[in-house]
């Protein structure tokens, strides 16, 4: 992942969903439990992508913390074990 040219959008959104997601299955987390955290990340991350637009004073803190959240999947392996399936 080249973080030199992150861009905030949807499309980013469901990676970053879909690679915290499989970060979670690698701590074991399966069934219900794994389906509940999923909904959780999901909520939380588009409340936040939509925050940017409704306080856009907040909007560079928001990009920040995708920005970060990029990195650390991109470091933990999971963004490119995504890519490789998207």
Same mark, same amino acid.
């Given at each position: 992942m080249d973080l030199g040219q992150f861009v905030l959008n949807p499309a980013t959104l469901?990676?970053?969903?879909f690679g915290l997601v499989?970060?979670?299955?690698?701590?074991?987390?399966q069934g219900n439990g794994l389906?509940?955290?999923?909904? @959780?990340? &999901?909520? !939380?991350?588009?409340?936040?992508?939509?925050?940017r637009e409704a306080e856009p004073e907040w909007a560079g803190w928001i990009e920040i913390?995708?920005?970060?959240? @990029?990195? &650390?999947? !991109?470091?933990?392996g999971v963004y490119d074990f995504l890519k490789s399936r998207l």
């Open positions: 469901v990676v970053l969903i499989e970060y979670v299955k690698g701590f074991g987390v389906r509940a955290i999923s909904m @959780a990340l &999901g909520v !939380a991350l588009a409340v936040a992508y939509r925050l913390a995708f920005f970060g959240l @990029a990195a &650390g999947l !991109a470091a933990s």
